[in-house]
Antibody, heavy 121, light 107 residues
Framework: QVQLVESGGGVVQPGRSLRLSCAASGFGFSSYAMHWVRQAPGKGLEWVASVSYDGSDKYYADSVRGRFTIFRDNSKSTLYLQMNSLSAEDTAVYYC??????????????WGQGTLVTVSS | DIQMTQSPSSLSASVGERLNITCRAS??????LNWYQQKPGKAPKLLMYAASRLQDGVPSRFSGSGSGTDFALSISSLHPEDFATYYCQQSHSSLYSFGQGTKLEIK
């Protein structure tokens, strides 16, 4: 069965960096685009970044562009999010999600359980 | 960027009731609209894609409609397990924005 397991969250000081990982199993990881979505405490979902199946195309939300980098290692079936210059506004649960395209329509059909990032001094 | 606006932000309803949640896009998105359900402490779950296509395993009491800028998620008869927060998401542009959510509570 499809599984996405995030790790790497924790407490980090403002201005510091953190790298999140998402280990995928149960499907052909190298054939799917992947995304990061975050949710601040008590708030809604915010799409963060996406990477194409081969890592060649990447997109970022305005709120993280220039600070966060999404990348993947298909040989390890793992997705990453490198987060630099963190601020309190980045405090959230970070989910990885698999993109699926059915006919012409794109959606996120599988999600991990999330990893909490807390930016605090 | 495409902004997604849901209404209402919250509502109370009873088991067995029918209800609608609406979602409006700031520009036309065709039928590139997804709906997700999220329960406290859990990851979101895909309910519907392409505005009106039910994801595998989702009960038929859920339905979706709309195109262009205005969309709706309907639940024909609320079950206890339906009380959750619902999000719309546009997949028209590569910046996949979500609505702010609609929290459905038991009356």
């Amino acid at each position: 069965q499809v599984q996405l397991v995030e790790s790497g969250g924790g407490v980090v000081q403002p201005g510091r960096s953190l790298r999140l990982s998402c280990a995928a199993s149960g499907f052909g990881f190298s054939s799917y685009a992947m995304h990061w979505v975050r949710q601040a405490p008590g708030k809604g979902l915010e799409w963060v970044a996406s990477v194409s199946y081969d890592g060649s195309d990447k997109y970022y939300a305005d709120s993280v562009r220039g600070r966060f980098t999404i990348f993947r290692d298909n040989s390890k079936s793992t997705l990453y999010l490198q987060m630099n210059s963190l601020s309190a506004e980045d405090t959230a649960v970070y989910y990885c999600a698999r993109e699926v395209i059915i006919q012409l329509w794109l959606s996120f059909d599988y999600w991990g359980q999330g990893t909490l990032v807390t930016v605090s001094s | 960027d495409i902004q997604m606006t849901q209404s209402p932000s919250s509502l109370s309803a009873s088991v067995g009731e029918r209800l609608n949640i609406t979602c409006r896009a700031s520009q036309t998105i065709g039928t590139s609209l997804n709906w997700y359900q999220q329960k406290p402490g859990k990851a979101p779950k895909l309910l519907m894609y392409a505005a009106s296509r039910l994801q595998d395993g989702v009960p038929s009491r859920f339905s979706g409609s709309g195109s262009g800028t205005d969309f709706a998620l309907s639940i024909s008869s609320l079950h206890p397990e339906d009380f959750a927060t619902y999000y719309c998401q546009q997949s028209h542009s590569s910046l996949y924005s979500f609505g702010q959510g609609t929290k459905l509570e038991i009356k």
